[in-house]
């Protein structure tokens, strides 16, 4: 076997045919190793389904072809045609990532053909892997005969020490640096066809469900209990925040004996966590956007950290711009049609790179920051990490320029001009900027020291320590100079959620009605499932952000307690079940469709994973003085015997309704149950219940009914009359209760009010409307008394007609 490293010099040694019990050219195997079991792992492989799963290589920025379908097929109705080679490697591309595992052999076979008029009599051809990076391996080899079909035949095995994180399977021709000197021998088209790789599919994942409650009933930190996030960037649009996350879960593996998982792997992070709330408190995961790698939104970058998001009218059309570090290296930004997509990228390459003016000296071009001022000119701040080492050491440490500032085009997702350099102190990554009052506010995370930042410094006096958020006030959002920093904004979060909750951090800050609140990350969900042992998993918090009359900010305290609900939560609606106060134990799923609550434009998720004992909750849900009379939730059963309770305020409360979730299994279905004292605020618990050990059902949405007030009978006429040349308007409300009521009488000329009306008496007035006509229109009666004991008002309107008096 033998591995070839793609450097940026695009030089690679000779490939070998085959790794394992490999081939030579021309040689077909009898028989395969025995298998642990004989799983085809590529999907469409005989390419019956047109292209899906299947795209052109891209590991090189000069890697380019076309691929379609073509009806000359070895078997079935279709073979897939590559054209337009740019490079060698340019051919057909499957991405068997999670699916291969080190150690194991494999059978690989397929179908090749070329028919080039001008290319040689015969060609090599290779079936390679790239594990990400420059790593690219021969696996299998076939020489074929221009215009006849030729089989790959063979197979390979992965070298236990090979990561798999990235296993990328394509199709190519032998490799030269210059194939366009000779692109007959090195660039001709060719068909693919049948192509299989046989061999032990790798064990499943294990559970990424966090079984522990993480966010204890009554606190507000960590955001949620569920999954992880950090970096979180917060944004509000139409009354709801929306906090956009580096999806710190996708790495997440615990044990299943010890659950414990291996540390953090950022390189394997490509997608993007979004989450919401109306209230800061409940939150509603809207899951991930995979925005990057082979699938993603944007194929051309291979990460998505440290998102940020901002929303901009370009040429008449609303449009919400998400900007994300692509790696250390770069930067991007995706376009969505709302807070929630659907995502498309308008650019084929990074908007921040090696490419953009006066970032050259910035090592770590990544953290995009978006910021639109009022007069609706956009910028970005992006960059970070190790300080020029062509500066002094104490300036290095102090103020290593690492950070920059640019101008955006109006089309958000182009730059103007150069970048111009943050002077912010002791600075590291995770620029940010706000507006208050006028003024911009630059927040940023400073770094640990270090021989990145001059060796052995010691900071100025008042300037940031280690892992800390300073920050600046500035007149101008492009102008950063030292003097503009004006302190520490957060200490290191470690000083308030103790051991194991250290590191870096990344913030935002946003405004929700009227106040500030400040976003940041700590590994406390992480630190609760393992006790003070963390593996870097980070969780979404926020604080509120105060400020001192003279505009600078109060230093903020990290608590558990959070910040204050907003307002109390509305049931009388549906509701996505995935909107947790807290929970226990459930995980959620993206599924087919769109969202009930959130509409079409929104992917919608499922509660899943739900065992006995298992619960989620939401806070502060208010049912008004009358009440709730049933909760109705769309649910798909898994197991008999499967049931929701219904509890208020403790997850052992009194159970004040039951769902019984005996619906077909495997179908979506509604299930209503009545409930009995439900009514004021009050959190509400959903603790499910059924057979241990397996999953009992899934939940899609819900929704709160409330209680039908009874109503006071009562008849009600108005009419129009004339009386001395003037107009007037009649109303009547005869009671037909049995019991004494109150009646008040409105219109738009007066109001009038009786007290005690007996049963079957009339109240009455007639308005003066003071004119000799009145126009058609509508009068309220409003009558209060009393039902079985309960005080009810009924609230009628009738129409009275226009009229005239005189001649």
Request: charged share 15%; net charge negative; glycine share 12%.
């Amino acid at each position: 076997m033998e591995q070839r490293m793609r450097r940026a010099t695009r030089r690679r040694v000779a490939a070998i045919a085959t790794v394992g019990l490999m081939m030579a050219a021309g040689f077909v195997a009898s028989s395969g190793p025995v298998q642990a079991a004989d799983t085809n792992l590529v999907v469409n492989g005989g390419f019956e389904d047109g292209l899906a799963n299947w795209f052109v290589n891209n590991g090189n920025a000069t890697d380019g072809a076309q691929l379609s379908a073509t009806s000359d097929a070895w078997s079935g109705a279709n073979a897939a045609l590559v054209t337009s080679r740019t490079t060698t490697g340019s051919g057909p591309m499957q991405d068997l990532s999670g699916k291969v595992q080190a150690g194991q052999a494999y059978t690989l076979t397929a179908r090749i053909k070329y028919e080039n008029a001008s290319g040689p009599a015969t060609k090599q051809f290779f079936a390679t892997m790239h594990y990400g990076g420059g790593t690219y391996t021969n696996l299998v080899s076939v020489t074929a005969t221009k215009g006849q079909w030729a089989q790959f035949n063979g197979t390979f095995t992965i070298p236990a020490g090979q990561s798999v994180s990235t296993a990328r399977l394509f199709f190519e021709t032998p490799w030269t640096s210059t194939p366009s000197t000779d692109p007959d021998l090195h660039l001709m088209d060719f068909k693919l066809d049948d192509v299989s790789v046989i061999g032990a599919a790798p064990p499943a994942p294990a559970s990424k469900t966090i079984e522990v409650v993480g966010k204890l009933p009554g606190e507000h930190n960590p955001l949620i209990g569920h999954k992880f996030g950090a970096d979180g960037f917060g944004f509000v649009h139409d009354g709801r925040v929306y906090m956009y996350l580096t999806n710190d879960t996708q790495g997440y593996a615990p044990d299943p004996a010890t659950g414990v998982s291996p540390g953090i792997n950022y390189g394997n992070i490509n997608q993007i966590t979004v989450i919401s709330s109306e209230d800061l408190v409940n939150w509603t995961d809207h899951g991930e956007i995979q925005v990057a790698g082979p699938n993603g939104v944007a194929p051309f970058t291979a990460n998505s950290w440290a998102p940020g998001i901002t929303r901009k009218v370009v040429n008449g059309e609303e449009k919400f711009f998400l900007y994300y570090a692509n790696g250390g290296g770069s930067s991007n930004v995706i376009t969505g049609a709302s807070p929630l997509g659907p995502w498309t990228s308008e650019r084929t390459s990074t908007l921040i790179d090696g490419r953009t003016p006066g970032a050259e000296d910035v090592a770590w071009k990544f953290d995009p920051a978006p910021f639109v001022d009022d007069d609706g000119q956009p910028y970005l701040y992006f960059g970070g990490g190790p300080a020029s080492t062509s500066m002094p050491p104490a300036e290095r440490f102090n103020n290593p320029k690492n950070i920059r500032a640019i101008e955006l085009g109006d089309d958000m997702i182009s730059t103007e001009g150069a970048a111009a350099v943050v002077d912010a102190p002791v600075a590291f990554e995770a620029g940010h900027v706000f507006k208050r009052d006028g003024r911009y506010y630059f927040s940023y995370s400073s770094h640990f020291g270090g021989n990145d930042f001059g060796g052995n410094q010691q900071p100025l006096p008042g300037y940031p320590g280690g892992g800390q958020i300073g920050y600046m006030i500035s007149d101008n959002p492009m102008s950063w100079p030292k003097e503009t920093y004006a302190g520490v904004l957060f200490p290191n979060q470690s000083q308030f959620f103790g051991s194991g909750t250290g590191g870096n951090n990344h913030q935002s800050v946003f405004e929700f009605e009227g106040r500030y609140y400040f976003t940041y990350h700590a590994p406390t969900l992480n630190k609760r499932i393992n006790g003070n042992t963390t593996q870097g998993y980070r969780s979404p918090h926020i604080q509120e952000l105060t400020f001192n009359p003279d505009g600078t900010i109060q230093q903020v305290v990290g608590t558990y307690a959070g910040v204050d609900q907003v307002r109390n939560f509305a049931p009388y609606r549906v509701v996505e079940a995935e909107t947790f106060g807290w929970s226990k134990g459930v995980a959620t799923a993206k599924v087919d469709g769109s969202s009930a609550q959130f509409g079409g434009a929104a992917p919608n998720l499922v509660v899943r994973d739900i065992d006995n004992g298992d619960w989620t909750a939401l806070s502060s849900v208010d049912f008004g003085d009358n009440g709730a009379q049933s909760v109705t939730a769309r649910v798909r059963a898994l197991a008999t015997g499967g049931q929701i309770q219904v509890r208020l305020d403790d997850v052992a409360g009194p159970v004040v309704g039951t769902i019984l979730v005996d619906t077909p299994s495997g179908q979506w279905a509604e299930v209503t149950a009545e409930l009995d004292g439900v009514s004021g605020v009050h959190d509400v618990y959903f603790t499910f219940t059924g057979p241990a050990g397996v999953d009992l059902f899934e939940i899609d949405n819900w929704a709160f009914a409330a209680a039908t007030q009874p109503e006071l009978p009562v008849t009600v006429t108005a009419s129009t009359r004339c009386v001395g040349g003037k107009a007037y308007v009649a109303v009547q409300a005869r009671n037909d209760h049995d019991a004494p009521v109150g009646i008040a009488l409105e219109t738009a000329y007066g109001q009038r009010s009786f007290t005690a009306v007996a049963p079957g008496a009339n109240a009455y007035q007639s308005f003066n409307t003071r004119a000799v006509s009145v126009p058609a229109g509508s009068a309220t009666v409003r009558v209060t008394g009393s039902i079985g004991g309960q005080d009810v008002t009924t609230v009628r309107t009738v129409p009275h007609p226009a009229g005239t008096c005189g001649g």
